[in-house]
């Protein structure tokens, strides 16, 4: 069981908007404004997307963004394409040097 | 460009030792700490250890403490994970990642992965 909680799925048709939760607690993402989110292709490489709860890495679109409120962060990816399909991970610092993820979700571009 | 190229994956049987190596490229790994991280099949991330860029500082998740050592040869550019009294739930792809400037909890490039099988 991950330590962080996400949907399993989540899914748009091209140029819609989707958002991804992320549940924690108060010792993880509710303690700290450390929260990044990861996207993975299957077969291929975590890459980072989001850090800092909402900064953007250089060469990730301006269509997706990220947020937080209270214990719970969220991921969203606008304007829908193709190859945003994909699994998306989110991660938090919990404290005392230790990092969880979530369980991760399946993004389906319809 | 940021090359990170792990290596030392395999079979092993439980209670047994695996060395995995990340030979590292295209840009200063002496000034960067470095992170593992395992994907078991079919499942999630998990966080393993984090070793700073001057070696005096390393972290473990307490799945793999005791068990699991970091180090680094920066003449060599590698980082290393030490495993040991290994676990049928240590099989994974084992990633090395290098930490982002604003937080060494942030993974800004990542290898391809090795895979570890623990199994009789």
């Known amino acids: 069981q991950s330590a962080l909680t996400q949907p399993p799925s989540a899914s748009g048709s091209p140029g819609q908007s989707v958002t991804i939760s992320c549940t924690g607690t108060?010792?993880?993402?509710?303690?700290?404004?450390?929260v990044s989110w990861y996207q993975q292709h299957p077969g291929k490489a975590p890459k980072l997307m989001i850090y800092?709860?909402?900064k953007r890495p250089s060469g990730v679109p301006d269509r997706v963004s990220g947020s937080k409120s209270g214990n719970t962060a969220s991921l969203t990816v606008s304007g829908l394409q193709a190859e945003d399909e994909a699994d998306y991970y989110c991660?938090?610092?919990?404290?005392?040097?230790?990092?969880?993820f979530g369980g991760g979700t399946k993004l389906t571009v319809l | 460009e940021v090359q990170l190229v792990e290596s030392g994956g395999g079979l092993v049987q439980p209670g047994g030792s695996l060395r995995l190596s990340c030979a590292a490229s295209?840009?200063?790994?002496?000034?960067?700490?470095m992170n593992w991280v395992r994907q078991a099949p079919g499942k999630g991330l998990e966080w393993v250890s984090y070793?700073?860029?001057?070696?005096?500082?390393?972290y473990y998740a307490d799945s793999v403490k005791g068990r699991f050592t970091i180090s680094r040869g920066n003449a060599e550019n590698s980082v290393y994970l030490q495993m040991s009294s290994l676990r049928d739930e240590d099989t994974a792809v084992y990633y090395c990642?290098?930490?982002?400037?604003?937080?060494?909890?942030?993974?800004?490039?990542w290898g391809q992965g090795t895979l570890v099988t623990v199994s009789s």
């Open positions: 991660s938090s610092y919990a404290g005392s040097n230790n990092v969880v």
């Open positions: 990642a290098r930490r982002h400037y604003n937080g060494w909890f942030y993974l800004d490039h």
């Open positions: 108060s010792r993880d993402i509710g303690g700290y404004n450390y």
């Open positions: 070793i700073s860029d001057s070696r005096n500082t390393m």
């Open positions: 800092e709860v909402s």
């Open positions: 295209g840009f200063t790994f002496s000034s960067y700490g």
